[in-house]
């Protein structure tokens, strides 16, 4: 008890920096306040989001000889900043109507839960850094993000499916003003 009490005596000057940390569908108060801790509020010693994820340890590896690509593990980084992005990423993940939320959905289907949790980390990170430096609040894109950027290719692929299933499909936009 007396730690928390410590901890919000020193990030009191922080206050703004942890709201705006909060917006962050995923991240709660412990996870902003780790945050906060770790990077600090002046982010001018990473040159950009990307030096940031690196430095976290939060962004993919590169590792190819011959023009094939081996193992992408990612490096070690800061072990606190890490673990608490990955925690924020599974709880952004089970969140309703999302953009991280749609993020991990879509690469835990193909790439597995713990390689999901890490992207959608990152996409934390890098928001957090944006956040962090310009001063905004987070903006969410919505849950449907992924479908409204592909809507024709979403839209062929079910149509083929229920084809697929023994069904005709005619399609018909639905008039808004009805």
Excluded at 19 to 35: N, S
Excluded at 161 to 169: A, I, N, S, T
């Amino acid at each position: 008890l007396e730690v928390s009490a410590a901890i919000a005596e020193r990030l009191r000057p922080c206050e703004a920096e942890l709201a705006r940390l909060d917006t962050i569908p995923g991240v709660g108060q412990r996870t902003a306040e780790i945050l906060l801790a770790e990077l600090g509020t002046d982010l001018s010693r990473f040159p950009s989001a990307a030096h940031l994820a690196s430095w976290a340890g939060m962004c993919p590896g590169n590792h190819e000889s011959a023009g094939k690509r081996y193992s992408g593990k990612t490096r070690k980084g800061n072990p606190y900043v890490r673990r608490a992005l990955v925690e924020a990423a599974q709880a952004a993940g089970h969140t309703k109507e999302t953009y991280l939320a749609a993020q991990y959905q879509r690469l835990a289907s193909r790439r597995g839960r713990k390689r999901a949790a890490v992207a959608v980390g990152h996409s934390i990170l890098v928001r957090a850094y944006y956040l962090l430096q310009r001063g905004t609040s987070y903006e969410e894109p919505g849950g449907q993000y992924f479908d409204e950027r592909q809507r024709h290719t979403v839209t062929h692929r079910l149509v083929e499916r229920l084809e697929r299933l023994g069904y005709q499909v005619t399609l018909q936009p639905i008039d808004p003003a009805a």
